[in-house]
């Protein structure tokens, strides 16, 4: 897939909605009182670790690969992940009756790696420090005749995403604040795209890990920026660089990006185990997070929180939500 600079608007999200609907699952929104209390405010928890492939990403995979000429599709998809977006087009290839490659690092989590073999994909490694994996996937696509369908910087992926924040408007009504995390940005700016297009004045924060704040300081430079490739345990915000793109509509419609801690990540992990009686991966408590801790100021009356995923296994979770760390 070519990325363009095609606008991205409510109407693209709406489009992608209507696409996807009766293949993605509508997830639940879960409430909080102790949350509420803790917050200071009314908070909405949008629940994307029950989307199919256990993510958000299942969302903007299948519009993304649904909107390919069927010749094209045929031919096979090349994706490159760090598991999400990889177990996403898996299962988007599969229901499509294709097949896909992906591009996984050597380090990335072996559920993630497990559940994308188990969807019918072939995976490919790469060392993550050493090797770029967007040149990795299209060197390989060359090769093999394959349609690249990138992780986050392309419009139909970026509508498709968006689709969370659209839903969770729905199921909730008018919200004034909302929270996402942010890796390459397509989640977040898909979601502001939605948020803003229905409610102009709903604030739009993303959170970061410290560790890979290339987000935050690319919207404060105006440009986008680089940063070492990050070693956080939110493996699926471990980039180095914001996408092109979403950089170009999340510097437009964001109204700010706040950073948390290791620790604080796995802190919101086990709130969400023993309090909320779910299961979030370090990605996917990030917002969560946020709110925790306060790092997202003082908040609004009703805010919302996208909890993008819930992919771990049972030894990385009980080691990571262990109260040594």
Not at 176 to 204: C, E, F, Q, W, Y
Request: hydrophobic share 40%; with cysteine.
């Amino acid at each position: 897939m070519t990325t363009t600079t095609a606008h991205i608007t409510l109407d693209s999200v709406c489009e992608a909605a209507a696409r996807i609907e009766g293949v993605a699952h509508r997830t639940p929104v879960l409430r909080s009182r102790t949350l509420d209390a803790l917050a200071g405010a009314e908070v909405h928890l949008k629940c994307e670790n029950f989307q199919r492939a256990g993510a958000f990403k299942f969302r903007g995979a299948y519009h993304a690969v649904s909107r390919l000429d069927p010749a094209r599709r045929a031919r096979g998809i090349a994706a490159y992940s760090s598991g999400n977006h990889a177990q996403a087009v898996a299962l988007a290839a599969r229901e499509l009756g294709t097949t896909a490659v992906i591009v996984m690092p050597e380090d990335a989590p072996a559920a993630k790696h497990a559940a994308t073999a188990g969807y019918g994909a072939e995976i490919v490694t790469y060392d993550r420090y050493t090797e770029d994996r967007r040149a990795v996937a299209e060197a390989l696509a060359a090769e093999r005749g394959l349609t690249v369908v990138p992780p986050y910087d392309h419009p139909h992926i970026i509508a498709g995403q968006g689709t969370a924040a659209l839903e969770l408007l729905q199921q909730t009504g008018e919200l004034d604040a909302l929270l996402a995390p942010v890796g390459g940005g397509g989640l977040i700016a898909g979601s502001a795209t939605a948020a803003k297009g229905l409610h102009p004045g709903i604030r739009v924060i993303g959170v970061e890990p410290e560790a890979g704040d290339d987000t935050k300081r690319s919207l404060e430079a105006g440009r986008r920026v680089a940063v070492p490739v990050p070693h956080t345990v939110a493996d699926g915000q471990a980039l180095p660089t914001p996408g092109e793109l979403t950089f170009s509509v999340n510097r437009r419609l964001l109204d700010g990006i706040v950073l948390v801690s290791d620790d604080e990540i796995r802190e919101a992990m086990r709130f969400a185990f023993e309090r909320l009686k779910i299961v979030l991966e370090p990605s996917g408590a990030c917002a969560l997070a946020a709110l925790l801790t306060g790092r997202s100021g003082r908040l609004p009356r009703r805010v919302g929180v996208i909890l993008s995923g819930g992919n771990i296994d049972s030894g990385r979770f009980a080691r990571l939500c262990a109260t040594d760390g």
